[in-house]
């Protein structure tokens, strides 16, 4: 197997990778949901891809049509399937660097992943081309999970995926954002009244190492929105336990009781891309 470098180690990108941020931040949302979870991350130098949780085919036909087929890097949240599934095949015609957590790296190294693994602690930052780059650890039934903060310039993208409870250190590292995307995965209500699911995979469902719920977005928002805040992007709504139009409604009252009304509100879709925000 490829050996593993830890990013303190790693030797740096190359100059060209390296140019000043000469544009803003956009984000196109391939898939968000538990058949997969795939984000590209893009400014005119570089593309990110956030998790790799669709078929190789399916992210590389999603990516396509939404103008992308070539990629720099892909950072990993963590090891779930639905986050990783489509990875190994997909490296194999775009080898690039893997950035991840090294305890997530071992587990997908023993499960037969190869890669050029760029691996970090969490809470460490970190460059990647012209992204300034901070990763923090979140609570999840995952062996080492972590969300994002892209800094470019002057913004800064957000990405919380898969994440049970908010704690103070999340909320600082999403504060001044200029975009966020966020899991609203349940709305409290109809995951109580779903007749599908047993009591016990509620319960994980809505655990500290679950999902976020519509409310627990709402109580994220009342501490971070800001006047600079441009956009909301909802990922991972459930079909079954959540809605877009309940998501909204929930999520715009929060903004506009912080007299951030301006902010434009975005819901990602599990079967088409969707972007760019």
Known sequence: MPPVKSIASADRLDSRER????CSVQISVLGSGSAGNA????????HILVDAGLSARQLLARAKQQGIEKFDAVLLTHEHSDHVKGLGVFLKSHPVPVYTTAQTAYILRQSGIAADWKTFEAGQRFSLGSFEIQSFSILHDAVDPVGYVLAHGTEKLGVLSDVGHVTHAVTAALRELSVLFVEANYDDELLMADTKRPW???????????????????????????PALKKVI????????????????????????????????????????????
């Open 39 to 46: 984000t590209i991350v893009k400014t005119d130098e570089m």
């Open 19 to 22: 140019t000043s941020p000469s």
């Open 200 to 226: 016990s995979i509620k319960q994980r469902i809505s655990s500290r190492h679950g999902h976020l719920s519509n409310r627990q977005v709402v109580s994220l928002l009342e501490e971070i929105a800001h």
């Open 234 to 277: 909802l990922g991972h709504l459930s079909a079954d336990c959540n809605s877009e139009d309940v998501a909204i409604a929930m999520i715009r009252r929060a903004l506009q009781s912080r007299s951030c009304g301006h902010v434009e509100i975005h819901c990602a879709a599990a079967s088409e891309p969707r972007g760019w925000w």
